[in-house]
């Protein structure tokens, strides 16, 4: 390469190999970086014989800033930056040139301080630095700085840098021996493009420990109300009721019904009237803890031992969504066969309001006297049989998709807490960057292929239990993935420093905007919703209690509109009708109900988190509302004064009885003074009944959320949830490490001190678990172990919204960002 230089500077070109740097008074800044000493310097093909003096001249910088010409050279000095302390280049390897003949010798610069000036009297290290700064600005400018981990788009990489020579010493100070000589310059070909320093060089990976006995034991864990005694529990009792079914269907047809009829307000009338959707609605509540079971531990089973799915985080519901419209997202999910269950499951509801009008009375006059009797309606009895049936299916393959041997788990993962313990040496983090902020956070997180269980990695040779990507890089916070950059050619006008800080800016605005904090509610839980709630339930209850008690009606009976008369098979439209439609509606209202519920459930950690005092890792972190049973929901809701939670789950409870009584509250009844049916409610039932309607609808007024129970966006997913966790300072907890039980778990968050169950136990890991033993010590004493949910400086030194300790040793409290109501 031939340097051109400023004419009316005092110029000598040499020949050499590596940079050169010309001392001119050009009003051009010189510049240098390593990766153009070795990948940029060429041979130069002439040499002046007119100069005595060798000065140098940076190579062209790839990314020029325009200067401003001054031609007053006082002015054009103005612009070198006088600023102390200056970062030092590496080693600079200079020759000198000699004259023919001669032999030659090489000597290593370790700064740019031992340089020689070529102009006496004239020091050229700020001009040089200056070239640096120069340089360095540009390119971050746009974006393309050599710390980048990925090229931009269309620009051809640097040549990989060459080997550093034996006996090169970086330190300024060391003796620097002569390298050998440089071999003759090869013709230019084109260059492989190389791959980004982050490939060259070795990466920390995640591989995966081959299980030992030991460890596989460790392994396994099945949720309670899936484990097999459990659910053989749950399949004896369906069996038990096709038992009855058959038994009562072929009793009843053989022995002219069941049993005589004696009056609507008998124990007898209790037993075929409200008991049967009793037991049934029993089960369906049981069902909804199976497959509460179901949802939060399916996303865990795909990174086991079985068949893996890619996009488990984004795409897996971990709340149950299977109450008034069945879930369908089993499909698209590629589990199909657990699909296909969960449709059986959300048909089992129908059998409520089947049971409510399994059993009606039938006029007998080939058995004795003429007289009403109890029989079973053969068409809805073997409906229900089938019902049940499917049902037991459904079941045994839950007990074959959830057994142990598919199982990778160590404690059912049921809360924060759990998440942190799984994901906190996971190599997926980065993949959230920013997704705490996203309405849809599922939508930008890229498919992985996961795997949870054991693993160690290539730098460290511990073994710990995370969910990771199998021989994938462990990627550091402390090192940002690449934003997506845009090519811009020659003519387009940028605002290249807005583009640099406006993504950032960003960020800022909406980690700190109350809008994006409290944005997200379901939507039958937004305020237009719960206004169109409260009015309708509000004019249906009156409109109901309007109509069942003005002029007597309910308590004198009304007309059918309907046959009445029982055929052989026990059916008779009207009994059917005022049986089945009323259980079903009080079915329609237990199953709306549900949600909401659920949402309040789910959504009571992080509104305990978002108070400004922030909440205990017992109402907060460790919190599972719902993994919980309906009754146990309400009295640990009551314990932590969660009360809000514990009145919504309290009327679940009690919207229980709402089918079971409004099926079996009518029944016909031949009156004989004037010679008709009528259908009549028993009034005991029925007064209980309206009770109940009033407070289902009444408490509609208290389920408008406050501020407090919104969030940036939904928490249905794994991903969602991690959104808040990926950056937070609670994945680099020490007290955190090593944890092998979930009462373990517990008693670390709540400040108790206890021995560390190493996964190997070598010595190495019974010191990190004697260091984890005295930090729970130290986090017992630290703002009384409170967390909160809000904005804090994660482990790359950034600000994200999240869940953290709401103080720190040395640091400032979390912001949490104030409500408007």
């Known amino acids: 390469m031939n340097l051109v230089t400023d004419p009316d500077a005092h110029i000598q070109t040499v020949k050499r190999t590596t940079p050169q740097y010309i001392k001119s008074d050009s009003l051009k800044s010189s510049s240098a970086t390593n990766e153009y000493f070795s990948d940029y310097a060429s041979e130069v093909a ?106 931009a788009p269309q620009v051809p990489l640097p040549a990989p840098l060459p080997p550093i020579e034996p006996g090169f010493d970086e330190s300024p100070h060391a003796p620097t021996p002569s390298p050998p000589p440089t071999p003759p310059p090869q013709p230019a070909s084109p260059r492989p493009p190389s791959r980004a320093p982050s490939q060259t060089g070795l990466q920390e990976v995640m591989i995966p420990v081959d299980l030992s006995k030991d460890l596989r034991l460790r392994l396994g864990f099945v949720p309670l109300p899936l484990r097999l005694p459990i659910l053989g529990l749950f399949f004896l009792l369906c069996l038990l009721m096709i038992a009855a079914l058959i038994f009562s269907l072929v009793f009843a047809g053989t022995n002219h019904a069941l049993f005589n009829y004696d009056g609507n307000t008998t124990p007898r009338y209790f037993v075929f009237q409200y008991l049967p959707q009793l037991v049934g609605i029993l089960l369906i509540l049981w069902l909804f803890v199976v497959e509460a079971a179901v949802y939060r531990s399916l996303p865990y089973y795909c990174m086991g031992p079985g068949r893996r799915n890619h996009w488990v985080l984004q795409n897996m519901r971990i709340l149950p969504a299977n109450y008034l419209l069945p879930d369908l997202t089993f499909f698209r999910n590629g589990e199909s066969l657990l699909g296909v269950t969960f449709l059986i499951f959300w048909m089992t509801s129908f059998t409520v309001p089947l049971l409510a009008c399994v059993f009606q009375t039938q006029w007998i006059t080939d058995d004795g006297p003429a007289r009403f009797r109890w029989t079973a309606v053969r068409g809805v009895g073997w409906t229900l049989v089938a019902l049940y049936v499917l049902l037991c299916l459904g079941l045994l393959y839950c007990v074959f998709r ?128 719960v206004l169109a709630w409260i009015v309708a339930a509000v004019l249906l209850v009156i409109a109901f209690l309007v109509v069942s008690f003005v002029n007597k009606a309910v308590q004198d009976g009304f007309r059918p509109l309907l046959p009445s008369l029982t055929d052989s098979s026990g059916f008779s439209p009207a009994n059917f009708l005022y049986s089945f439609l009323p259980a079903f509606l ?236």
């Open 46 to 151: 002439s040499q002046k014989s007119d100069d005595s003096k060798a000065s140098y001249e940076t190579p062209p910088s790839r990314i020029s800033t325009p200067l401003q010409v001054h031609h007053n050279p006082i002015d054009s000095e103005m612009t070198l930056p006088s600023r102390p302390g200056a970062i030092q280049p590496a080693p600079l390897n200079i020759r000198h040139s000699q004259p023919a003949g001669a032999q030659s010798t090489v000597r290593m610069l370790s700064s740019f301080d031992e340089m020689s000036p070529p102009t006496p009297g004239v020091d050229d290290t700020p001009y040089i630095r200056f070239a640096i700064e120069q340089l360095t600005r540009d390119e971050d400018v746009i974006g393309r700085g050599r710390d980048s981990t990925f090229p």
């Open 586 to 821: 009080g079915m329609v209202l237990f199953l709306a109900w549900q949600p909401i519920d659920m949402y309040y459930r789910a959504v009571q950690p992080f509104r305990n988190l978002s108070q400004p005092s922030g909440a205990t890792a017992r109402k907060s972190l460790l919190l599972s509302y719902p993994s919980y049973g309906p009754v146990r929901v309400v009295i640990r809701a009551l314990i932590n004064r969660d009360y809000k939670v514990a009145y919504i789950a309290f009327i679940s409870i009690l919207l229980l009885s709402i089918p079971v009584l409004a099926g079996g509250v009518f029944t016909a009844v031949f009156f004989s003074s004037d010679n008709q049916v009528r259908i009549v409610a028993s009034l005991p039932g029925y007064i209980a009944l309206s009770v109940l309607v009033t407070i289902y609808a009444l408490s509609y007024l208290i389920i408008w959320p406050t501020r407090k129970r919104y969030l940036p966006h939904s928490i249905d997913t794994i991903a969602a949830l991690l959104s808040w966790l990926y950056a937070s300072p609670l994945l680099g907890d020490v007290a955190l490490q090593n944890i092998g039980t979930k009462s373990e778990l517990i008693e670390r968050l709540t400040g108790s001190t206890i021995t560390p169950a190493p996964l190997t136990g070598d010595g190495e890991l019974e010191e990190k678990g004697r260091r984890s033993r005295r930090a729970v010590r130290r986090l017992a004493h630290d703002v009384g172990m409170r967390y909160a949910f809000g904005i804090f400086v994660g482990r790359d030194g950034k600000e994200h919204l999240g869940i953290d300790r709401l103080q720190r040793p040395g640091s400032r409290e979390m912001l949490v960002v104030p409500t408007s109501r």
């Open 402 to 529: 959830f057994r142990r041997r598919n199982s990778n788990l160590l404690w059912d993962p049921c809360s924060l807490a759990d998440l942190i313990c799984l994901f906190r040496r996971s190599n997926v983090g980065p993949d959230f960057e920013q997704s705490e902020i996203s309405p849809q956070p599922n939508v930008q997180i890229p498919p992985r292929n996961l795997r949870l269980g054991f693993f160690t990695t290539s730098e460290r040779p511990e073994v710990f239990h995370a969910v990771g990507e199998e021989y994938a890089p462990v990627k550091r916070l402390s090192f940002p993935p690449e934003k997506p950059r845009t090519v811009y050619g020659p003519n387009d006008q940028v605002d290249l420093e807005a583009q640099r800080h406006s993504y950032g800016s960003a960020f800022s605005r909406n980690i700190h905007s109350p809008f994006v904090r409290y944005r997200w509610t379901p939507w039958f839980l937004r305020d237009s919703f």
